[in-house]
């Protein structure tokens, strides 16, 4: 799986969007972009994935960059709740089978009142 | 839907005392059934991981056993208990084909006197 690099730590308001970005520049052709969030003391989240296009679901929107090297995550309007570490990753797909997810250090977002 | 529950969600154990923690998964068949540690302020790390019934898949050699003697219950066990145990222990779920996104229970962490 490729390595991902992300800011260690970002602030947004209340209400906000917030735009979490994620470096991604060895991708292959064949890796997916995640995204999870841990808030404190709690389990990893899974938020979203996507290949190429972008993707947007009922947390969240995934903007890939044309040339995939890049992404960014946006949580459209944030609430204290979303304070939590977020954690892209690049992972090969193999359907079916059963295999380590790897978090790297993630970004710490805080959201602000 | 699909639901995921782990117990106990916190635990203190002397040393060399036994261990059982449970998972069960609620709404999907023949799940794939992982169990990771997360130790404080570090990444998660695979323990095991079950395609079905009886099969258990060992990552780390160490004195964790697993079990799962139903489809949708995996358990963690341990015959004596080390300090080096203590951490957050989480469940997660993938479905058995398709995609492989993994679902994470809400752990349960541990605490070895």
């Known amino acids: 799986d490729a390595k991902t690099t992300q800011p260690p730590s970002m602030d947004c308001a209340e209400g906000r969007a917030a735009n979490l970005p994620c470096n991604h520049s060895t991708i292959s052709g064949n890796e997916y972009v995640y995204w999870y969030r841990q808030i404190h003391s709690q389990g990893p989240q899974y938020i979203i994935h996507g290949l190429k296009n972008n993707e947007t679901n009922e947390m969240a929107s995934l903007i890939i960059t044309e040339d995939r090297k890049s992404s960014t995550l946006i949580l459209p309007h944030a609430t204290l709740r979303d304070t939590a570490v977020y954690y892209c990753?690049?992972?090969?797909?193999?359907?079916?089978?059963?295999?380590?997810?790897?978090f790297g250090s993630g970004t710490q977002l805080t959201v602000l009142p | 839907s699909q639901t995921i529950h782990q117990w106990p969600a916190t635990l203190v154990q002397p040393v060399g005392s036994p261990l059982s923690l449970e998972c069960t998964v609620e709404?999907?068949?023949?799940?794939?059934l992982y169990w990771y540690r997360q130790a404080a302020g570090r990444g998660l790390q695979l323990l095991f991981y079950s395609v079905g019934i009886g099969q258990i898949s060992s990552e780390v050699p160490q004195n964790l056993s697993a079990s799962r003697p139903q489809d949708r219950q995996f358990i963690l066990s341990s015959k004596k208990l080390l300090l080096s145990d203590s951490g957050f222990y989480l469940c997660?779920?993938?479905?058995?084909?398709?995609?492989?996104?993994?679902?994470f229970g809400p752990g349960t962490r541990l605490l070895v006197l």
């Open positions: 990753i690049v992972r090969l797909l193999f359907p079916g089978s059963a295999r380590q997810l790897t």
């Open positions: 709404g999907t068949s023949n799940p794939n």
């Open positions: 997660a779920w993938s479905a058995p084909s398709g995609a492989e996104t993994q679902y």
